[in-house]
């Protein structure tokens, strides 16, 4: 019956999280009402809610249980994941948050349509829809996977996956972004607590460090921090850099800061909170290929859990399974402000008034939960999956990057081909008949077949390229990327 104590501290941990969003309806409340007040935070929040909400965005079931699988067959350089992150939060920091908070948006489609065209601001909400849903759907499935692994007893896969819907879906329809911001400085401390202490047992129990490297087989990366291989860390790299810098649930988290500093110090401290996850959660897959060295690598952090004490396992349950809540509700706001500001009231009913934007918002995040959450039955693959997802990205990333920093290039086709060309890249990448990695490459650029990242973004390259040269209807320069210039030469 040891199981009720790490389930007590689960429940313990979820009326935690509604008392936290029961306090951020009332700071919704005073800040403002309608779209900003429900999904920007009324653009109140301060800096560390910004960096609790992008490392709650950022430190997922992937992050956590996805590193900790790869490091029972990589070792350490699995943790080079979060690092990633970590490295396109601080970019994102760096290059581009203060324009974004400049060109006064609430999407990056309101954006592409403000200095390209209607069609790419459309192709934009789609293609930004389909990255996030995709997401989103699979924080269900980890979700469930956490509760059933760690808490077989009491959930199969299918009822975590409905536990973990009623509890993010709740927070956000109630509380909106104050909630999800929140809810995930809640978060944040609960994950590292869970993947500290259980870090820390975990090594005791393998004999340390050195016992992480005895223990394993001489051809095992232990160490090793090129473990995965160089071309698939610098694919990671890559990816992350696109994923931070133009995906709507990410960059909403600067948007809804109170300020550009505020903005900008919060992605800087959200990359120092997400970068030591990830080879913590490695530390822990190399322990359990130290004491468990024949399972499967997708049991290896269930596997050490259930060997905790049972108070210790419920804490480290329930960061694992706040990770997953956390990536949840941010990317859910993230779409329902796609759907609210990009479709109803650019298509649909351009007049609302503060209280109609607030009740088609939470409408939308209700339906928004119900579709992903049937989309999540039919996930399989959560890896797989999210690769293709934020590999879509890598289009927006160029469209977005050349309207700040090179708008002389800029056509008003470049937003509608550039996209286009991406997406008709990644899936001639996934559906054509050819083993990439097979392909007779010189040695050293062989490393260019190891991630879809590095054939999408050439295309998406070529696709602007292309449309520079074609199209002669030059946009308009953003105004922000003018006086941030003449600020820089000042």
Known sequence: ?????????????????????????????????????????????????????????AVGGASTIGVAERAYKAGISAGWYNAAWAGGALLTALIAIRRYRRMEVSTLPELFERHYTSTGRVIAVLGQLAIQVVITSLQYVAGGAILSSLMPQVFSLRMGMVATALVFVGITLIG????????????????????????????SRAGGLHGLVANAPESYPGFDLSGVGMPIIAAWFVVMAMTVFSTQSVVQVGLAAKDEKAAQRGFLLGALLILPVGFLSALLGMAARALHPGIAPTEA????????PPLLAGVILAGLWAADVST??????????????????????????????????????????????????????????????LTLTTGYTVVVFMTMYWPSLCRRGSATWTLLGSMAALVFWYVAPIQWSKLPLPPRWAWLTSHP???????????????????????????????LAQEETA
């Open 453 to 483: 990242i590095y054939f999408v973004f050439a295309a998406s390259m070529l696709s602007f390229l292309a449309v520079a040269l074609l199209d002669k209807r030059k946009i308009e320069a953003p105004s922000v990327a003018v006086s």
């Open 176 to 203: 909106g972004f104050w909630a999800a911001g929140l809810t995930n400085v809640a978060n944040v401390v609960v994950i590292y607590l869970g993947i500290c202490v259980g870090t820390v047992i975990a090594l």
């Open 301 to 308: 952090l269930p596997r050490v859990v259930l060997e905790m």
């Open 1 to 57: 019956m040891t199981y009720w104590i790490p389930l007590a501290v689960v429940v313990t941990y979820i009326a935690l999280l509604f008392v936290v969003t029961w306090w951020s309806q009332r700071m919704m409340e005073r800040t403002s009402s309608g779209l900003v007040g429900y999904l920007l935070a009324g653009r109140k929040m301060p800096a560390w809610v910004c960096a609790a909400a992008l490392a709650g965005l």
């Open 328 to 389: 949840a509700t941010a990317l859910l706001i993230g779409s329902a402000t796609l759907v609210t500001n990009d479709v109803v009231k650019r298509f649909v009913s351009k007049d609302l008034t503060p209280r109609g934007e607030a009740w088609i918002s939470r409408s939308s995040v209700a339906v928004l939960g119900v579709v992903t959450f049937l989309l999540a039955m039919s996930v399989s693959g959560i890896l797989q999956t999210l690769i293709v997802g």
